[in-house]
């Protein structure tokens, strides 16, 4: 069982910059992409952006291309997303996943383990 803790969600203006973590138990870290997915409340859960085992590989959503950033430290079993240029379009849950491969992805049925999720909230 990997259990995936996010953190650093919380309230920041349009235009603004926040950085979440997500913290992974899996022993095997090193050997399995991860993620990032979103829901908003009302719709459906959305593909954010994926990095390969080896950080050497990242997919991103069009919708936060040139804005977000996924990196992963597999020293520390993290990884993480820098979001900039933050809009209300980009208010949601957000959860970090872990993946059964080891190459980027945007579907979720390739996710074994998913965190609880970390809300995010931009105001206008």
């Known amino acids: 069982q990997v259990q995936l803790v996010e953190s650093g969600g919380g309230l920041v203006q349009a235009g603004g910059s926040l950085r979440l973590s997500c913290a992974a138990s899996?022993?095997?870290?090193?050997?399995?992409?991860m993620g990032w997915f979103r829901q908003a409340s009302g719709k459906e859960r959305e593909f954010v952006a994926s990095i390969s085992w080896s950080g050497d590989h990242t997919y991103y959503a069009d919708s936060v291309k040139g804005r977000f950033t996924i990196s992963r430290d597999n020293a520390k079993n993290t990884v993480a997303l820098q979001r900039n240029s933050l809009n209300p379009a980009d208010t949601a849950v957000y959860s970090c996943?872990?993946?059964?491969?080891?190459?980027?992805?945007?579907?979720?049925?390739?996710?074994?383990?998913w965190g609880r999720g970390a809300q995010v909230t931009v105001s206008s």
């Open positions: 996943t872990h993946s059964t491969h080891s190459g980027v992805f945007a579907r979720g049925s390739v996710c074994d383990y």
């Open positions: 899996d022993q095997s870290f090193s050997s399995y992409a």
